[in-house]
């Protein structure tokens, strides 16, 4: 296909990405989300692709695939919900690129689908989910030992001190459309990921949203924002998948489903000798017995009737 044939076949195809082709021609995509494009880009340059075996989750158009394919990844598999017609029927032929795409669903994918990678990009879908734990398991598995996964996805900025998922949902309108379900914050996604057998876990860029637009935050982990604020933006993580145990085994088993009975009944049993240690409450025996009984309130003459109020009551919400 010559360039010109090349150019007006562009037309025919809804493009999401931006990617190069030949002839110096460009799918026209959506500029106005190139800004997080590079903050992923940026943490791919930072892999060694050679040789290695990828697989693009949410791929769209390729720009992430095809990028790695640049850098010399031996296999690239992208799999979105929606495949893309144009990446098929243009991209891949026009760059002769041996990317493969895939029409599937991320919840559907497991370790037997496409095999185990060195690499899994996973950009711009972790919110959309209503099952995250779930589908990062699913990852972790089809992901080799030492292998590396990047995350970008949004997230909550606020309420670091504690391991947090902001889930918008019904009565609660979260930041974008209503897919977008599942906003950890940075803590939450550092424990999600340690607890799923990955290390070195690292925020590789944020970005706040803003009035009007966006911006870049610095990332210093040991200040990360603790207000009580609703603060929305993007980030994005590496981890490596370690062979070493991360938890116990019985706890893993525990989340799992394939709990042994009796190992559960030996901590039982174990746990009824000492009171709670968690970091949150210590339940002590005196507490235990303590009489559950509401307190006395004292008896306070009746007040005068407020009057009503045409002011709109504020909502106990922070964010809104």
């Known amino acids: 296909m010559g360039d010109q044939a090349l150019q007006e076949s562009l037309g025919n195809y809804d493009w999401y990405h931006i990617v190069d082709l030949p002839g110096g021609l460009q799918t026209p995509g959506r500029p106005h989300f190139k800004y997080m494009w590079d903050l992923v880009i940026q943490s791919l340059d930072r892999i060694d692709f050679a040789g290695k075996r990828v697989l693009d989750i949410g791929c769209r158009d390729g720009l992430f695939s095809f990028h790695a394919e640049e850098k010399g990844a031996a296999e690239i598999i992208g799999i979105d919900n929606f495949l893309s017609k144009g990446a098929v029927e243009v ?101 999600t990921l340690q607890s799923m057998g990955f290390t070195k876990i690292k925020v590789e860029s944020m970005i706040q949203h803003i009035k009007g637009g ?58 009824q000798d000492k009171p709670h240690q968690g970091k949150e409450a210590t339940v002590t025996e005196a507490a235990a017995t303590l009489p559950l009984e509401a307190p006395k309130r004292k008896s306070t003459p009746a007040a005068a009737p407020k009057k009503k109020s045409n002011k709109k009551k504020k909502s106990w919400w922070p964010w809104r």
């Open 91 to 191: 991209v891949i032929p026009a760059r002769k690129s041996k990317v493969q795409m895939v029409e599937m669903n991320v919840n559907d994918l497991t370790r037997e689908t496409f095999g185990t990678f060195d690499v899994i990009i996973f950009a711009g879908v972790l919110y959309h989910l209503r099952y995250p734990f779930w589908v990062m398991k699913r990852l972790q598995e089809c992901l080799n030992d030492g292998g590396v996964i990047i995350i970008e996805t949004g997230v909550l900025l606020s309420m670091n001190q504690h391991p947090m998922m902001f889930c918008p949902a019904g009565e609660v309108k979260g930041p974008y459309d209503p897919t977008s379900c599942t906003f950890f914050n940075i803590t939450g996604m550092r424990c």
């Open 214 to 271: 966006h911006a870049i935050i610095a990332v210093d982990e040991k200040n990360l924002d603790k207000t009580f604020d609703r603060k929305i933006g993007r980030a994005v993580f590496s981890a490596i998948k370690t062979n070493e145990a991360v938890n116990d085994k019985w706890v893993d088993d525990y989340w799992d489903g394939i709990q042994d009975p009796e190992e559960l009944r030996k901590r039982g049993i174990l746990a």
